[in-house]
């Protein structure tokens, strides 16, 4: 009987193990890490009113902004200084924590009504992509670095928002990395 009493005891510890160490990486996993692309006019916009900070991504899309969950940290990347201009930057600008909520619109005037999610935006400087390049893993073959900003927005790892969280000289402990 003692065996047996022991096998179940064993069995209970066994599951509720496996239930918490699978609900861990979930957990961990559960939040992303998103660069942005937009000229540094619009993405400055964005974060210009202190607890006023919205995202807006592939010229106001809903879908991509879908794929965004709260608690999910963004950079923005800004390869010109204005919308379709030749005046390169090729710079992050901003940095922030997406906040709880879904995608809205938000008429911005002229017909433009373009989706939106609120983001809580860190204190952080600018900072040129050059530097890092050859330190991101996104970055798979140098030649062709700018490949992945091409779609406005995608995933990146802790390690590349890390990188690009120290080179703003952003608090890296308020973005959870």
């Given at each position: 009987?003692?065996?047996a009493i022991s096998s179940a005891e064993s069995q209970t510890f066994r599951?509720?193990?496996l239930w918490t160490e699978s609900a861990a990486?979930?957990?961990?996993?559960?939040?992303?890490?998103?660069?942005?692309?937009a000229s540094a006019t619009h993405a400055r916009r964005g974060c210009a009113q202190p607890d006023a900070g919205?995202?807006?991504?592939?010229?106001g899309k809903v879908a991509p902004l879908r794929r965004v969950k709260p608690g999910d940290r963004v950079a923005y990347y800004a390869p010109t200084v204005t919308m379709?201009?030749?005046?390169?930057l090729q710079a992050f600008v901003s940095l922030g924590v997406v906040k709880p909520g879904e995608a809205y619109a938000f008429d911005m005037g002229d017909g433009f009504v373009p989706y939106r999610k609120d983001v809580d935006y860190l204190p952080a400087a600018e900072a040129a992509i050059a530097p890092l390049l050859d330190h991101f893993e996104f970055v798979q073959d140098r030649?062709?670095?700018?490949?992945?900003?091409?779609?406005?927005?995608?995933a990146i790892s802790d390690h590349d928002m890390r990188l690009i969280a120290e080179a703003m000289g952003a608090d890296v402990r308020a973005?959870?990395?």
């Open positions: 009987m003692r065996n599951q509720a193990t990486p979930a957990a961990a996993a559960s939040r992303g890490n998103w660069i942005a692309v919205y995202m807006q991504v592939c010229h379709g201009g030749s005046d390169k030649a062709r670095w700018g490949y992945a900003l091409r779609f406005g927005l995608f973005l959870g990395l």
